[in-house]
């Protein structure tokens, strides 16, 4: 069993930056694909980016390539969102996921561990 909890959420302004973590405990880090989704008020959750258990990242391209990146450090089992130039529309609560051994997946099926989620809201 994982545990996940994400921290480092906050009220910015629009161009600013932030940097999402999330701290697994229960297990091992080291053989999880692990995720960011998000999901705004009223709209799906969302897939943002992924980091496979075998190092390759996919990133949701259309909304946040070029301005997001995941990272993980396996020997504090934490994963990490750095966003860049943060737009009004990057909004909503953003969650972390995780999955033992599984492939790159961009759908939240996929997923079965996931943290509580903190809140991101971007002002113009």
């Known amino acids: 069993q994982v545990q996940l909890v994400e921290s480092g959420g906050g009220l910015v302004q629009a161009g600013d930056s932030l940097r999402l973590s999330c701290k697994a405990s229960?297990?091992?880090?080291?053989?999880?694909?692990v995720a960011w989704f998000r999901q705004a008020p009223g709209k799906k959750r969302e897939f943002v980016a992924s980091?496979?258990?075998?190092?390759?990242?996919?990133y949701n391209e259309d909304s946040v390539k070029g301005r997001f990146t995941i990272s993980r450090e396996n020997s504090k089992n934490t994963m990490y969102l750095q966003m860049n130039s943060l737009k009004v529309e990057d909004t909503g609560v953003y969650y972390c996921?995780?999955?033992?051994?599984?492939?790159?997946?961009?759908?939240?099926?996929?997923?079965?561990?996931w943290g509580q989620g903190t809140q991101v809201t971007v002002s113009s």
């Open positions: 996921a995780a999955q033992a051994r599984r492939p790159s997946s961009t759908s939240p099926d996929d997923f079965g561990y």
């Open positions: 229960g297990h091992s880090f080291r053989s999880y694909t």
């Open positions: 980091l496979s258990w075998t190092g390759g990242s996919t």
